[in-house]
């Protein structure tokens, strides 16, 4: 809990509180001017060969286009990728839609109460509501190469000389050079910002001989698969979808021809314009589209733009270089800035302004868009491609911090958009009486993915609170207290109904059944357990808050709750991760092995009621000797950072941001690790989280950049 908002200005300047307090602090951490763009441009990302497994991208947070070391997707078939690209499977043989609404779980005693979950159903309609919808792959557009007579010259990357590819962070623009058979060629790319238009200009004597031109091609996607990654998307089953290519006055202003792509029901358009080219499919039986000049200048300048329907205009080169370049200045020049390399002695520094750096830049690519991000972004597709309401927090909250409140609010009204289907999710499927209760995997619907921990997970319940408390600390005015009153009061509503109260203690309980943030504890004996505690108690103090903002009564139950919430369970001085559990647990790999959310106890947390910041330092302390952090997720590392700030250890803070698991690579995509393949954009959101806190502070916090040893070291 880290509020913080590093306002526009050259000098280092945030302010950072804590929802404990309630109050905030502005400090000017240097008072000599940062020249922002040096800085962002030393980490511009070069290749001089195509990844195998990570493309370098534009985007524009809704949209991202991924290349291979020629600026397109000539040898690498990486994704084009959206917020808004999703398509549905055919339903399971024999069945129908009303068998798919007909779809129903188990249910399970919760204290007394019947309660229905989404899960334990008919096996085939059940998977198919948790791969559908699907994230498409929009398609790929890359480079044709021709001989001098006009055939199609079959060329690899092997045969192209002195690659380059530079991405200049400032500009979002590409430049991929090389030479083929003594000939240079150059190659611009860019997205616009306010469109999902990529713009590309390829400058050679290939162009104006008719030897160099582009094909566009569009892959068959489906659920089948619950990763696909590094590529996304086969190209050989054709006689799965359909494409048809128009060329009449039906189109796009500004465009030559449309592509409609069409999988089961869903179709794509993508329109194509810019310099005078000839388009033809290479044959019936393929998808590929080939775009050649018809000039004899050594330009050819293409915008291809992908939509669900047929724009009204499209943009030219020049248009999108402009977008791009008046966007990304904007946001390197007016958003937060932190740096902790130019006056450093450490020589771990560089690192860490790249990972910075890079990962503001992929967020903004990836993680800007109407709805909340999956786990890898606009790069591939994990979880089918859905995303996660529990990691929403990891992935976006940053934004905050970083004064990109435009970002953030294209997404975090997603609270509101789900209201409805989360109201229905309590009281109708649920039979809670009161309450809205969110969703775990989910996609634009707003519908849960059915599954055990889809199902029983709980942390993900406190999060609009904490979404609503950050805007309210940037924006304190009776329009955001009216914009979040609902979720505010349903959220709460059902945290309050969800507690349980225990006759024997006379105090407020929190499951069975329920899954814990690290998902590796029997649901059904699960009671208590400390991190969701502490997270209930400080999710009904910020609800509470907001109530009597606005002047209206808080509900009796939500006080009750809050007041008489069992304490944190603790064993041998330390916190447990719940009630019950065994004793020996911190030398058991079942619960030592995943997220160690007991240390977000004090550091991600406050100080909470009924917290003993002795023992949840000395709980911190054994995680670091007992948990196995090799297997650790990407925003575990950002988790463990700030628990080591709060506690007084900023080395050892650092060295968490920097530990060898929790690695980035050469354009500073974070990588999956043990857990999930490449990238885990979670790990980029926990460290931006993370350094926003250490350069800051909290509440109570001494100094300046409390969680750096010093400035110079």
Not at 222 to 234: C, E, I, Q, R, W
Not at 490 to 519: C, L
Not at 637 to 663: H, I, K, T
Request: aromatic share 12%.
């Amino acid at each position: 809990m880290i509020f913080a908002v590093l306002p526009p200005s050259p000098f280092l300047a945030v302010w950072v509180s804590l929802a404990s307090l309630l109050v905030y602090a502005t400090l000017v951490l240097a008072n000599t001017s940062i020249d922002r763009r040096a800085i962002v441009s030393r980490y511009n990302p070069t290749r001089n060969a195509s990844s195998t497994s990570t493309p370098i991208q534009v985007g524009n947070g809704n949209f991202a286009f991924g290349t291979d070391v020629t600026g397109l997707q000539t040898f690498q078939p990486f994704a084009i990728m959206s917020s808004w690209g999703w398509k549905n499977d055919t339903f399971p043989v024999g069945r129908t839609l009303d068998d798919i609404l007909a779809y129903k779980g188990t249910s399970l005693d919760n204290h007394g109460r019947n309660v229905s979950y989404m899960y334990g159903g008919v096996a085939d309609i059940q998977q198919w509501l948790i791969s559908n919808p699907n994230r498409v792959n929009l398609g790929q557009t890359g480079l044709l190469f021709l001989t001098a007579s006009g055939d199609v010259h079959n060329v690899t990357e092997a045969d192209l000389k002195s690659k380059k590819q530079t991405l200049d962070l400032w500009t979002g623009q590409i430049t991929s050079t090389f030479s083929l058979d003594g000939s240079l060629v150059n190659v611009t790319t860019l997205c616009a910002q306010d469109s999902d238009t990529v713009g590309i200009k390829i400058d050679s004597e290939l162009v104006s001989q008719g030897r160099l031109g582009l094909f566009l091609d569009f892959p068959w996607n489906d659920g089948s698969a619950k990763f696909s990654a590094p590529f996304v998307g086969l190209f050989n089953m054709t006689s799965n979808h359909t494409t048809n290519l128009i060329q009449n006055s039906s189109i796009a202003n500004g465009a030559r021809a449309e592509i409609i792509h069409t999988l089961v029901n869903n179709s794509f358009v993508t329109s194509i314009g810019g310099s005078p080219f000839n388009i033809s499919r290479d044959s019936p039986n393929e998808h590929r589209y080939s775009v050649l000049p018809s000039s004899k200048s050594t330009n050819l300048s293409i915008t291809v733009s992908f939509a669900l329907q047929s724009p009204t205009s499209l943009p030219g080169f020049n248009d999108v270089q402009v977008s791009s370049i008046d966007t990304w200045n904007s946001f390197w020049s007016e958003g937060g800035f932190i740096d902790v390399y130019t006056a450093s002695e450490d020589s771990r520094a560089d690192e860490l302004q790249r990972r910075i750096i890079l990962s503001q830049y992929l967020l903004r690519v990836n993680e800007a868009g109407d709805y909340p991000p999956q786990e890898s972004g606009l790069v591939n597709n994990g979880w089918y491609g859905k995303f996660h309401m529990e990691m929403f927090y990891w992935h976006s909250i940053h934004w905050a911090l970083w004064s990109q409140w435009e970002l953030l609010h294209r997404s975090s009204s997603v609270y509101s958009r789900f209201l409805a289907t989360s109201i229905a999710r309590a009281q109708v499927q649920q039979s809670w009486p009161a309450g809205a209760r969110w969703s775990k995997m989910t996609d634009p619907s707003g519908r849960s993915a059915p599954g055990e921990i889809n199902e029983l997970l709980i942390w993900q319940q406190v999060h609009p609170l904490v979404f609503a408390e950050y805007e309210y600390r940037a924006f304190p005015n009776p329009a955001t207290l009216e914009k979040w009153r609902d979720v505010v009061r349903a959220t709460a509503d059902w945290m309050s109904v969800f507690a349980f109260r225990n006759v024997s203690t006379n105090a407020y309980d929190i499951g069975p059944p329920m899954y814990v943030v690290s998902e590796d504890t029997d649901p059904l004996v699960t009671r208590n357990p400390a991190f969701e505690l502490a997270y209930w108690n400080f999710g009904l103090l910020l609800a509470e808050t907001w109530m009597e903002r606005l002047g209206e009564k808080v509900p009796a139950l939500w006080g009750a709750v809050r007041s008489s919430i069992v304490p944190l369970p603790i064993a041998d001085g330390t916190y447990s991760v719940y009630e019950g559990i065994e004793s020996d647990f911190w030398n058991s790999p079942a619960y030592t092995n995943d997220h160690p959310a007991l240390v977000g106890l004090y550091g991600w947390l406050p100080e909470t009621p009924s917290l003993n910041v002795s023992i949840a330092k000395a709980t911190m302390e054994k995680v670091w000797t007992h948990w196995n952090i090799s297997n650790c997720w990407g925003w575990d590392f950002g988790m463990l950072a700030m628990s080591a700030a709060r506690n007084d250890e900023p080395e050892q803070a650092v060295s968490w941001l920097l530990n060898d698991v929790f690695s980035f690579d050469d354009v500073g995509m974070p990588t999956g690790g043990t857990r999930a393949p490449t990238p885990y954009f979670p790990g980029s959101g926990g460290l931006l989280l993370a350094v926003a806190m250490m350069a800051e502070g909290w509440d109570g916090s001494k100094g300046e950049a409390p969680g750096f040893r010093n400035r110079g070291g």
